[in-house]
């Protein structure tokens, strides 16, 4: 290994310019060292695996041949930005990313002037992409290229094709990287998909096209007035040739490709022909998702983000499940299709995580009562609201932090009609070492406004089951229940169905000093406080809220009149949640209690462990001893 330390390509790169003095034919021996690096890396230190094995030559090519960090590279997602990190000066801090305080999960500007862009919600590196290429160009900047690299499940995005319509509407040169794997983190789906597929251009087109443009450019046709009606007959001339229809061509988005992705010669070959080229491009390219480690290609969605692993042979270490509660995700799979066995009405959507939501529970036992509609959040509730229209409950789940992208779709396709739709929010709170792109963080906040809503957050796996039961019911409307990443508490978490009375919470503890008012599982870590503050004599009352919307107002009342000093604990931004809630009804009602919220601070929660994070946000089991100590004057 010192050996191969010494000779090694990799470790003589600090930033692209070090790259763009190697050798053409030396970029293959890079592609290799960058590729084993990150499998050793990622062996011990997990992040997301797969993506990033499958763009290791894009990656090189790009910074190869453009000038970065002047020329922009926008990533989309960024699951795939590992090489890149290692490539910009990080390579030496690559041990720390993922972790508190180390490198960001992500690209980010913050980090690092080659991260052009926040990614982390898929399919806006086109309309960043586009906006940059605008700013370029309106401020006179002709030399500046701007490059978005998109996956084929990110371009199914209606984000994607908003983006893609302005491109072909506006004056710019930008190249858009259509990286097709077929995947996105479970299998890419829908019509796109099979278009992309059949997808094919020849090379001599290409070269007929190039050489017949410059013919045309030295004749002067090629002047703006004439530039659309060529390109109308270019395309025609291709779809003769190619015996396809081009869906890019017919935007006028000049298209190249498929080229092989792993190719790194070839790559940098295609990038430089069509680099100065005017107008929109795009370069279609294929890869495998974790290329170049046998496992990963052969279970891609298992090795999106494996954990740890053995790096020589393969084998995934993982923990013991025996004797521990599951996950929420797991106990709403089983819950969801032992629900549909009973209620022929029931059917599940996910855009695009049938895996990490544990729907592929149900969809092996039930599959034609399963929609995976791809990375499509407001399709997805829209078209859970069109199924609850005419007589079916949808169980639609998603992400929290993605359901930020659905929030009109909300309003105006489900709450105003009072739809029956179950909204499964998964990821609720802190997720962990992902950060603040994706921490569930706003749910509970911008929920709560929408009338017609009902909303909860169970404490336990008991709770999440009696509250998936009773949204199913007739004539309950729409219905959001919002749970955590990770493991409950029950280990025996199977318990008989029962309907919760609407907006109604419970005491799980009686007291006289102080009292907390809790919502979803956190209020677990609230009960062991009150358990510490007990042992010292201090007298506190918990109430488990259970319902955000309607709030239970007897409880409240109770509160307001028996209580000096509340405490109000949510995984989730205290602007706008439980604690704004409490806040409203004891003002409305006269109670003038001393409140004190706890839960997310007004700021962007950066990437840790779980157990970190809510040290950092004061909302740990410590900070609400502290906290309670200090609200009943106890040294």
């Avoid at 006179?140 to 995005?157: N, T, Y």
């Avoid at 009562?369 to 997805?380: L, N, Q, T, Y």
């Avoid at 962990?432 to 909860?456: C, M, S, V, W, Y």
């Avoid at 907390?516 to 042992?535: F, H, M, T």
């Amino acid at each position: 290994m010192k050996k191969e330390a010494c000779n090694s390509i990799l470790n003589t790169i600090e930033t692209p310019d070090d790259l763009r003095k190697l050798k053409l034919n030396q970029l293959p021996k890079l592609c290799e060292e960058l590729r084993q690096f990150i499998i050793d890396e990622l062996s011990h230190n997990p992040g997301h695996f797969g993506s990033t094995l499958g763009v290791i030559e894009l990656t090189v090519a790009l910074h190869y041949v453009y000038n970065t960090p002047s020329d922009r590279l926008v990533w989309d997602v960024g699951h795939q930005a590992y090489a890149h990190k290692i490539l910009t000066g990080r390579r030496e801090q690559f041990h720390t990313n993922r972790k508190f305080k180390g490198l960001k999960p992500f690209p980010a500007p913050e980090e690092s002037e080659y991260d052009t862009f926040t990614c982390g919600h898929a399919s806006n590196s086109i309309s960043a992409a586009l906006g940059m290429a605008i700013a370029a160009k309106k401020q006179g900047d002709d030399k500046r290229r701007v490059v978005a690299i998109i996956g084929d499940g990110a371009m199914s995005g209606g984000l994607a094709f908003e983006g893609l319509n302005n491109v072909s509407e506006s004056d710019n040169n930008m190249l858009i990287v259509l990286n097709d794997n077929k995947m996105s983190i479970d299998r890419s789906v829908g019509g796109f998909k099979r278009y992309l597929l059949g997808l094919t251009t020849t090379r001599s087109y290409n070269k007929f096209r190039y050489q017949f443009a410059r013919v045309l450019n030295k004749l002067g046709l090629m002047k703006d007035g004439g530039r659309e009606r060529l390109i109308r007959f270019n395309n025609s001339v291709k779809s003769l040739i190619t015996n396809q229809q081009n869906i890019f061509e017919g935007m006028n988005i000049r298209y190249f490709g498929p080229v092989d992705g792993h190719d790194v010669v070839e790559l940098v070959r295609a990038l430089r022909t069509i680099k100065d080229m005017r107008g929109p491009k795009m370069l279609h390219i294929h890869t495998v998702k974790g290329k170049g480690f046998a496992p990963a290609e052969e279970a891609a969605t298992e090795w999106h983000a494996p954990g740890l692993f053995d790096a020589e042979t393969g084998e995934r270490f993982e923990t013991c499940e025996e004797g521990k509660p599951p996950r929420f995700q797991d106990v709403f799979g089983h819950t969801v299709l032992e629900l549909a066995k009973q209620n022929k009405k029931i059917v599940g959507v996910t855009p695009a995580m049938p895996t990490g939501c544990s729907l592929n529970i149900m969809m092996e036992k039930l599959p034609c009562r399963c929609f995976d509609v791809g990375i499509a959040e407001g399709h997805a509730v829209t078209f859970s609201g069109g199924m609850a229209k005419d007589g079916l409950v949808p169980f639609c789940n998603i992400y929290s932090s993605f359901l930020q992208r659905a929030y009109d779709n909300i309003i105006h396709d489900v709450a105003i009609s009072r739809l029956n739709v179950v909204l499964c929010i998964d990821r609720g709170g802190l997720v962990g070492e992902d950060g603040p792109t994706h921490h569930g963080a706003f749910d509970l906040a911008f929920l709560r406004p929408i009338p017609n809503l009902t909303i909860a957050a169970p404490y336990d796996e008991h709770e999440l089951r009696k509250l998936m039961y009773t949204a199913q019911l007739p004539n309950m409307g729409p219905f959001a229940i919002r749970y955590p990443r990770g493991r409950g508490k029950l280990v025996d978490w199977h318990c008989p169905f029962e309907e919760v009375p609407i907006g109604k919470g419970r005491k799980l503890r009686d007291g006289h000093d102080l009292a907390i008012l809790s919502i979803g599982s956190i209020g677990n870590l609230a009960a062991e406080a009150v358990e510490r503050v007990a042992a010292k004599g201090i007298s506190v009352a918990h109430y488990d809220m259970r319902f955000l919307k309607p709030i239970d107002e007897d409880i409240l009342h109770e509160v307001g009149r028996k209580y000096k000093h509340v405490i109000t604990l949510e995984n989730g931004v205290i602007k706008g949640g439980l604690g704004s809630a409490v806040l409203e009804f004891m003002a409305d009602n006269g109670y003038n209690p001393d409140v004190r919220r706890l839960g997310i601070p007004d700021q962007f929660i950066e990437h840790g462990s779980v157990p970190e994070l809510c040290r950092l946000c004061n909302i740990d089991v410590e900070s609400i001893v502290k906290e309670i100590e200090k609200r009943v004057n106890v040294e």
